[in-house]
């Protein structure tokens, strides 16, 4: 070993949300813990996902809502946006966010090393730092390096034209024109944020509807109000190529299209950063899709060795990342746990917001399970018509044979928290009835879970008993 070499119980690669919260709680639970990235600590949620997109939201979201506020009386003279401000604000966001992440760490006395890991073996792992390079030798590694944009190959990443979701985050200007490839939670979002900035935006999406997956319920309502911010969008269309400023699209319903771009976000899904990483001189497999294999106590084809978060099989999202940071540390270090993959909230932070946990009505079908559904509109929700924001409803989904709660659907304001009460009420094996007696505080939104529940059984007080 030379000077620069470490010899440690568990190595971590990858410090976004699932291998920083891993590293923390190893070493909470007494591990001697290397943390190992090449980039920022965060990872892409925090440098170049989640907290950028959703500081542009917010700001985009406020910006717009001012311009309509005269509904409500308040009157303003011309709002205007100073987009270099918006953009320093969000960096500092994420930057104050970087150091408390780096503050966590070091406390907690995780090692933290810069580089890129490749495994020499199934106890030892090769770091390269620019011209250095040295060795870690563990007895656990978990591999936690996370996802890339899918890349189309007319649609090659240029940084300056043809951009992934994380340029977009980090423009200079607001594009006057704006073409969003794929029609998915991540297109969807930024798309959203450019549309109430002021750019022309497109939405190009293969599949029958953008969001491909979700309940046509809920697309309908996020589809009138992207239209409403003049969002052009293309279903069942494909992005050919890009001459000049344009941008060749064959749509079904449209024929050829030539659509203005100044940027092409190309949003097309992620794929596991699983190359590249000398997984070939371990035992772990990696499946069709080259996502890496787990089992329930997330260890992979190699004792040695577990995978959580993006690069892992199961849905791509931070709070899956850190919950099974948080399983497979406890399991290295003894713990009785294990991941369960069902209830994992997916939000996606739309206008409104989406959020669902569980089975959605189709997906119980499709298992064979009766179901019993209840549905409560926000348009007759007396805190959403104070916050003057009633687009949407809450469904909740029980199993007929025993009340159990499978399934929450929320499309609406605040949906992203509203659905954290539906997760524990699912974990918790909760009935309609445990919702519907559960006395909720007036007025909230969270009332509408409550009204949803009672509408399961015909017992909603402010709506009547009809099928909406
Ligand atoms: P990552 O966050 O991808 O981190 C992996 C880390 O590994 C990186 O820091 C990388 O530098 C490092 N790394 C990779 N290979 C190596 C190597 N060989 N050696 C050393 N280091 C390496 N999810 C949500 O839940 N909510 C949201 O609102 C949300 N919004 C998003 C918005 C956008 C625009 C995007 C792109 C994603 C969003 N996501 C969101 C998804 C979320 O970012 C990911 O699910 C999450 O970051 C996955 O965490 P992770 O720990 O698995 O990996």
Same mark, same amino acid.
């Given at each position: 070993?030379?000077?620069?070499?470490?010899?440690?119980?568990?190595?971590?690669?990858?410090?976004?949300?699932?291998?920083?919260?891993?590293?923390?709680?190893?070493?909470?639970?007494?591990?001697?813990?290397?943390?190992?990235?090449?980039?920022?600590?965060?990872?892409?949620?925090?440098?170049?996902?989640?907290?950028?997109?959703?500081?542009?939201?917010?700001?985009?979201?406020?910006?717009?809502?001012?311009?309509?506020?005269?509904?409500?009386?308040?009157?303003?003279?011309?709002?205007?946006?100073?987009?270099?401000?918006?953009?320093?604000?969000?960096?500092?966001?994420?930057?104050?966010?970087?150091?408390?992440?780096?503050?966590?760490?070091?406390?907690?006395?995780?090692?933290?090393?810069?580089?890129?890991?490749?495994?020499?073996?199934?106890?030892?792992?090769?770091?390269?730092?620019?011209?250095?390079?040295?060795?870690?030798?563990?007895?656990?590694?978990?591999?936690?390096?996370?996802?890339?944009?899918?890349?189309?190959?007319?649609?090659?990443?240029?940084?300056?034209?043809?951009?992934?979701?994380?340029?977009?985050?980090?423009?200079?200007?607001?594009?006057?024109?704006?073409?969003?490839?794929?029609?998915?939670?991540?297109?969807?979002?930024?798309?959203?944020?450019?549309?109430?900035?002021?750019?022309?935006?497109?939405?190009?999406?293969?599949?029958?509807?953008?969001?491909?997956?979700?309940?046509?319920?809920?697309?309908?309502?996020?589809?009138?109000?992207?239209?409403?911010?003049?969002?052009?969008?293309?279903?069942?269309?494909?992005?050919?190529?890009?001459?000049?400023? !344009? $941008? =060749?699209?064959?749509?079904?319903?449209?024929? +050829? /299209?030539?659509? *203005?771009?100044?940027? %092409?976000?190309?949003? &097309?899904?992620?794929?596991?950063?699983?190359?590249?990483?000398?997984?070939?001189?371990?035992?772990?497999?990696?499946?069709?899709?080259?996502?890496?294999?787990?089992?329930?106590?997330?260890?992979?084809?190699?004792?040695?060795?577990?995978?959580?978060?993006?690069?892992?099989?199961?849905?791509?999202?931070?709070?899956?990342?850190?919950?099974?940071? !948080? $399983? =497979?540390?406890?399991?290295?270090?003894?713990? +009785? /746990?294990?991941? *369960?993959?069902?209830? %994992?909230?997916?939000? &996606?932070?739309?206008?409104?917001?989406?959020?669902?946990?569980?089975?959605?009505?189709?997906?119980?079908?499709?298992?064979?399970?009766?179901?019993?559904?209840?549905?409560?509109?926000?348009?007759?929700?007396?805190?959403?018509?104070?916050?003057?924001?009633?687009?949407?409803?809450?469904?909740?989904?029980?199993?007929?044979?025993?009340?159990?709660?499978?399934?929450?659907?929320?499309?609406?304001?605040?949906?992203?928290?509203?659905?954290?009460?539906?997760?524990?009420?699912?974990?918790?094996?909760?009935?309609?009835?445990?919702?519907?007696?559960?006395?909720?505080?007036?007025?909230?939104?969270?009332?509408?879970?409550?009204?949803?529940?009672?509408?399961?059984?015909?017992?909603?007080?402010?709506?009547?008993?009809?099928?909406?």
């Amino acid at each position: 070993m030379n000077s620069n070499d470490i010899r440690t119980e568990v190595v971590v690669i990858g410090a976004g949300p699932g291998g920083y919260v891993a590293a923390i709680r190893l070493a909470q639970l007494g591990k001697k813990v290397v943390l190992v990235d090449e980039d920022k600590l965060g990872g892409i949620c925090l440098n170049y996902g989640c907290i950028p997109s959703k500081a542009m939201i917010s700001a985009s979201g406020l910006f717009n809502k001012i311009k309509q506020s005269s509904k409500i009386g308040i009157k303003t003279g011309k709002v205007t946006i100073d987009f270099s401000k918006m953009q320093e604000w969000k960096d500092g966001i994420v930057s104050k966010l970087n150091k408390g992440t780096e503050f966590l760490c070091k406390k907690n006395n995780v090692t933290i090393v810069k580089g890129t890991a490749v495994f020499e073996n199934s106890n030892r792992l090769k770091i390269s730092n620019g011209k250095n390079s040295s060795y870690i030798d563990f007895k656990k590694a978990i591999i936690a390096t996370g996802s890339k944009p899918v890349e189309l190959p007319n649609f090659k990443f240029d940084d300056k034209k043809i951009i992934s979701s994380r340029g977009a985050l980090y423009l200079k200007e607001i594009p006057e024109n704006l073409v969003v490839i794929g029609g998915g939670y991540i297109g969807l979002e930024i798309g959203t944020i450019y549309a109430k900035l002021g750019s022309k935006v497109s939405i190009v999406e293969m599949e029958d509807q953008i969001l491909p997956g979700f309940d046509k319920n809920v697309v309908n309502v996020i589809q009138k109000n992207l239209e409403k911010l003049d969002v052009n969008i293309y279903v069942n269309a494909k992005a050919d190529k890009i001459e000049n400023n !344009k $941008i =060749a699209i064959d749509s079904k319903e449209k024929g +050829k /299209v030539l659509l *203005d771009a100044d940027k %092409v976000l190309v949003a &097309v899904g992620r794929h596991p950063n699983t190359k590249n990483l000398g997984l070939e001189n371990t035992k772990v497999k990696l499946n069709e899709k080259e996502f890496v294999d787990v089992d329930k106590n997330l260890m992979t084809d190699d004792e040695n060795i577990y995978a959580i978060g993006d690069v892992s099989v199961g849905p791509m999202l931070a709070h899956k990342a850190s919950m099974q940071g !948080k $399983i =497979a540390a406890g399991i290295i270090a003894g713990e +009785k /746990v294990s991941y *369960d993959n069902f209830v %994992v909230p997916a939000v &996606v932070f739309t206008d409104p917001e989406i959020a669902s946990v569980g089975l959605s009505e189709d997906e119980a079908k499709d298992k064979g399970i009766k179901v019993k559904t209840g549905k409560f509109p926000f348009s007759v929700s007396s805190r959403a018509m104070t916050r003057e924001e009633t687009q949407g409803f809450v469904k909740v989904i029980a199993n007929e044979a025993d009340d159990k709660i499978i399934g929450v659907q929320i499309v609406g304001s605040d949906a992203s928290d509203l659905i954290s009460e539906a997760s524990l009420a699912i974990k918790m094996n909760s009935t309609i009835d445990d919702l519907a007696l559960t006395i909720h505080p007036h007025p909230t939104l969270s009332e509408s879970l409550m009204e949803a529940s009672e509408a399961t059984m015909g017992k909603a007080i402010h709506i009547l008993k009809l099928k909406l």
